[in-house]
């Protein structure tokens, strides 16, 4: 049986099943966006909220049932003109939790999420007065750590690289275009519209970006960036995974910036068994139906047992339990999807 | 002086907090700061990082819509809303 929890525009909804059997518990947080789900050290789940009316939230939870708000959620340094507008990710690394945020920035915790500290060598970096926000706003939506390194990925911004436990920060762009730059134009520090990013656990060094614009890879770090999209109906998207046990990458190609939805409406996982040097559609299960929907950059995860699951803006899950063998639409269906985490 | 202090209900099934509360202070930011003595969380939802009102919020005192200085009497109704917006 898996858990999968399913952050959406109208709560969080927690599925429990397995193959065409599925229930739903929920919603939880009535009427509140939910914007991403963690684990903190001690085991506890997280889950990130967000209100036009009353801001952020964290809330924490032993069980996913009965949740506690947390006192003091990432918060902007009073006078700032920043606002916190959202927790896009959190990040456990073994030893601290971070959280991406925005306006972008990242925070991290020592306490399991009780009280957070902002990153200064990142969130004031000398580049900052040149961020500026792309459609999906100024938000940092994903963090890995490896080989005492870590990344953020920052959109419209950048991948950022800390090699000294966040003191210092690098942008990490080379090889990816710049958005709207002519092409002969010099290239400018930041202003790369990151969407995703994945790791090779194992060898933190070989990476994976889902841009905004087109697929990349990179196998030093981040230090150069390489296309790579053989096989891909568009280079667009926000969904990039890598299965740590056989190096399967995922992604789920959508037409382009100005039209965010399948191409022809046939909504697919495309899958790479060659380090993204080739892609071809996942496996079986999916339908002729046109489905015009997309997936966002939080609203995907998967296990080493072989499960992979994204949550669409239509709101529905589709999930794999075989490493993308074959595929079901789980038949619930949800508000606007904004993430998902299996739990187990 | 102890006042009455409501909360909307979209607040308060998530942050975990009484729906009703009783609280203490000549205005309404002294009623706030006494609130959050007792239910901490409700400090950042109630109020941006400027230490303000947050735009989508709207407080009553006493059935009229009140600044953090607005002057608060004995017995007072304080209630919390969320201003009619988004979709």
């Given at each position: 049986?898996?858990r ?15 193959g ?5 518990d ?17 085991g506890?789940h ?16 032993s ?82 750590t ?25 942008p ?7 958005v ?132 669409t ?22 508000p ?9 | ?7 909307p ?7 975990a ?43 009553f ?21 969320q ?5």
């Open positions: 049986m898996k999968i929890a399913v952050g959406t525009d109208k709560g969080a909804y927690l599925l429990q099943g397995s065409s059997s599925w229930e739903v929920g919603p939880m947080f009535p009427g509140w966006k939910v914007t991403a789900f963690g684990r903190a050290g001690d506890a997280l889950a990130a909220v967000g209100s036009n009316w009353f801001g952020i939230g964290i809330h924490r939870s069980d996913f049932k009965e949740w506690g708000d947390t006192e003091a959620p990432p918060i902007w340094p009073e006078g700032s003109s920043r606002k916190m507008e959202q927790v896009w990710v959190f990040h456990d690394d073994g030893e601290r939790l971070w959280a991406g945020v925005a306006d972008a920035g990242l925070f991290v915790s020592e306490d399991g999420a009780s009280t957070w500290a902002p990153v200064e060598g990142l969130n004031e970096h000398p580049t900052r007065p040149n961020w500026v926000p792309g459609f999906g706003g100024l938000c940092a939506h994903r963090i890995l490896g080989a005492d390194r870590i990344w953020v990925a920052i959109s419209a911004v950048g991948c950022f690289r800390s090699d000294d436990a966040g003191v210092t920060w690098e990490k762009n080379d090889g990816i275009p710049a709207d730059t002519a092409d002969d134009a010099e290239r400018p520090e930041v202003g790369y519209c990151i969407h995703g990013l994945a790791q090779d656990v194992s060898e933190p060094k070989r990476m994976w970006r889902q841009d905004h614009a087109g697929m990349f890879r990179s196998f030093d770090g981040g230090d150069t960036w390489v296309r790579i999209e053989e096989g891909l109906p568009a280079g667009f998207g926000f969904v990039i995974w890598r299965h740590s046990g056989t190096g399967r990458l995922f992604t789920v190609p959508l037409h382009s910036s100005a039209s965010r939805v399948p191409v022809d409406g046939r909504l697919r996982v495309y899958a790479s068994d060659d380090d993204g040097d080739s892609w071809q559609v996942a496996g079986t299960g999916w339908s002729d139906s046109p489905q015009y929907t997309g997936v966002l950059r939080g609203a995907f995860d998967g296990d080493d047992d072989g499960a992979f699951c994204v949550g803006t239509g709101g529905k899950v589709w999930l794999t339990g075989d490493i993308g063998e074959t595929w079901m639409e789980l038949e619930p269906s949800f606007r999807i904004a993430a998902v985490r299996i739990l187990e | 002086m102890t006042v009455r202090v409501r909360l209900r979209v607040l308060t099934d998530t942050a907090v009484a729906p009703r509360h009783e609280a203490s202070g000549s205005t309404l930011g002294e009623v706030l700061e006494s609130l959050f003595t007792t239910a901490p969380g409700l400090r950042q939802h109630l109020l941006d990082e400027e230490g303000r009102i947050r735009p989508h919020v709207l407080i005192v006493d059935s009229v819509k009140s600044d953090l200085d607005t002057a608060v009497g004995r017995d007072a109704d304080v209630q919390v809303l201003a009619v917006s988004g979709g």
